[in-house]
C-alpha cells in the first residue's frame, strides 16, 4: 500500500504534469481508462518489469496513444509489482 501513496504523491506533487524527476519515467497504466505513475528507471531492468515491456511492445509496437510508454495491465497488477520491486 506504501508503493500506491508513493505514486501517488509523484503524481500529485509534480507542478507541471510534463516534468518527470532525473532518475525516473513516466508510464501510463490501464486497460481503458490510462493513468500516469513516475517510477524509477531502474525497474526497467527489472525481469518482471520488462515481462510488462514485452507485452507493451506487442500491443502496441513503438507507437503509444498517450505519446509515452504504456503498459497494458491493470493498476491493481502494476501497483503490486512496483511495491515488489521498490522491496529489492
Known amino acids: 500500500m506504501a508503493i ?4 501517488r504523491r509523484s503524481l500529485s506533487s509534480e507542478k507541471r504534469p510534463n516534468e518527470v524527476p ?9 486497460q ?4 500516469r505513475f513516475v517510477i524509477p528507471l531502474s ?9 510488462l515491456l514485452f507485452r507493451a511492445e506487442e500491443e502496441f509496437g513503438f507507437h503509444h496513444p498517450m505519446g ?6 491493470s493498476e491493481d ?7 515488489r ?4
Not at 22 to 30: F, R
Not at 43 to 50: A, D, I, R, S, V
Not at 77 to 83: C, G, P, R
Request: hydrophobic letters at 35%; a positive charge; one cysteine or more.
Open 43 to 51: 525497474y526497467l531492468n527489472h525481469p518482471l518489469f520488462q515481462e
Open 32 to 35: 481503458n481508462e490510462k493513468k
Open 77 to 83: 497488477v502494476f501497483v503490486d509489482l512496483t511495491s
Open 22 to 30: 532525473k532518475g525516473h519515467v513516466a508510464v501510463y497504466v490501464g
Open 85 to 88: 520491486l521498490s522491496r529489492t
Open 68 to 73: 509515452g510508454l504504456t503498459i497494458p495491465c
Open 4 to 7: 500506491r501513496q508513493m505514486l
